[in-house]
């Protein structure tokens, strides 16, 4: 592995596991990530095979933590009760000793969402920024992390808040999966936006919101019509946010 990484990312999603070692001085990726298609049938021991390729790939040593963001809630010690994206016989696992004995080292697991959220604290948008930071991925769904003074307050399912006015689950109104599948142009679709983030404000009066997910790449078509109080700005690492989020965050963990 190249010397100017300190730390190797891993980013599990529904249809690619994307990895890269990680330069935590700059904040980026240290060699070009690579990614791999997830396997239809996305068991743990498939999951681990595709990590350790990745391992091998770039000759990552033993000695250099190894950070996975992973699609569920993630809780040291406990299984996995409910997962969306992935094979269901991950349901009963504990994620992180089913990868760690896959990939025949230590790993450690961090939710997706927060694994982007830590990536923006200390690396993107939000860096430096005191009080409470809100980071929303916008994608299939809408995947949230709260993080007060630095301090991530892990697992949050916001995406999942009821919205007012009878609007429902958040993330079946307002993701952007839900705008591209209703073909809504950027204006409407902030417009539904408002009435999320504008709940999240009045719920949580936060100091920041920070969005996330491939939408961030346009977020001058939306965010000026997002309508609340709270600052808003456009994630700055985008799709690399939950590889060098989880590589940070393995390092916080030897």
Same mark, same amino acid.
């Given at each position: 592995?190249?010397?100017?990484?300190?730390?190797? =990312?891993?980013?599990?999603? =529904?249809?690619?596991? $994307?990895?890269?070692?990680?330069?935590?001085? @700059? =904040?980026?990726?240290?060699?070009?990530?690579?990614?791999?298609?997830?396997?239809?049938?996305?068991?743990?021991?498939?999951?681990?095979?595709?990590?350790?390729?990745?391992?091998? +790939?770039?000759?990552?040593?033993?000695?250099?933590?190894?950070?996975?963001?992973?699609?569920?809630?993630? /809780?040291?010690?406990?299984?996995?009760?409910?997962?969306?994206?992935?094979?269901?016989?991950?349901?009963?696992?504990?994620?992180?000793?089913?990868?760690?004995? !896959?990939?025949?080292?230590?790993?450690?697991?961090?939710?997706?969402?927060?694994?982007?959220?830590?990536?923006?604290? +200390?690396?993107?948008?939000? @860096?430096?920024?005191?009080?409470?930071?809100?980071?929303?991925?916008?994608?299939?769904?809408?995947?949230?992390?709260?993080?007060?003074?630095?301090?991530?307050?892990?697992?949050?399912?916001?995406? +999942?808040?009821?919205?007012?006015?009878? @609007?429902?689950?958040? !993330?079946?109104?307002?993701?952007?999966?839900?705008? !591209?599948?209703?073909?809504?142009?950027? /204006? $409407?679709?902030? /417009?539904?936006?408002? @009435?999320?983030?504008?709940?999240?404000?009045?719920?949580?009066?936060?100091?920041?919101?920070?969005?996330?997910?491939?939408?961030?790449?346009?977020?001058? /078509?939306?965010?000026?019509?997002?309508?609340? $109080?709270?600052?808003?700005?456009?994630?700055?690492? +985008?799709? !690399?946010?939950?590889?060098?989020?989880?590589?940070?965050?393995?390092?916080? $963990?030897?």
């Amino acid at each position: 592995m190249i010397e100017t990484a300190q730390a190797f =990312g891993v980013d599990v999603g =529904g249809s690619g596991i $994307k990895a890269a070692p990680v330069d935590l001085e @700059k =904040g980026e990726f240290a060699e070009p990530r690579l990614k791999i298609l997830t396997p239809q049938v996305s068991s743990p021991q498939a999951i681990g095979a595709i990590i350790r390729q990745q391992l091998d +790939h770039f000759q990552v040593p033993d000695s250099v933590p190894v950070g996975v963001s992973f699609p569920c809630p993630i /809780k040291p010690g406990q299984k996995v009760d409910w997962i969306a994206n992935l094979d269901q016989s991950w349901i009963g696992v504990d994620v992180t000793e089913a990868l760690s004995e !896959e990939c025949g080292r230590r790993v450690v697991v961090v939710n997706d969402a927060d694994a982007a959220g830590l990536g923006e604290q +200390h690396f993107g948008a939000a @860096k430096d920024q005191e009080g409470l930071v809100i980071v929303t991925t916008l994608g299939t769904g809408i995947g949230t992390a709260l993080i007060y003074n630095g301090v991530l307050i892990p697992n949050t399912e916001l995406g +999942h808040i009821q919205l007012e006015k009878g @609007k429902g689950d958040a !993330e079946q109104y307002t993701s952007s999966a839900v705008r !591209e599948r209703k073909n809504l142009g950027y /204006k $409407k679709w902030a /417009k539904r936006l408002t @009435k999320y983030y504008g709940l999240m404000e009045k719920y949580f009066s936060p100091d920041l919101f920070v969005i996330g997910g491939g939408v961030s790449r346009v977020s001058e /078509k939306f965010i000026p019509y997002i309508d609340v $109080k709270t600052p808003i700005v456009p994630a700055t690492l +985008h799709n !690399e946010a939950g590889i060098i989020g989880a590589a940070y965050y393995a390092t916080t $963990k030897q």
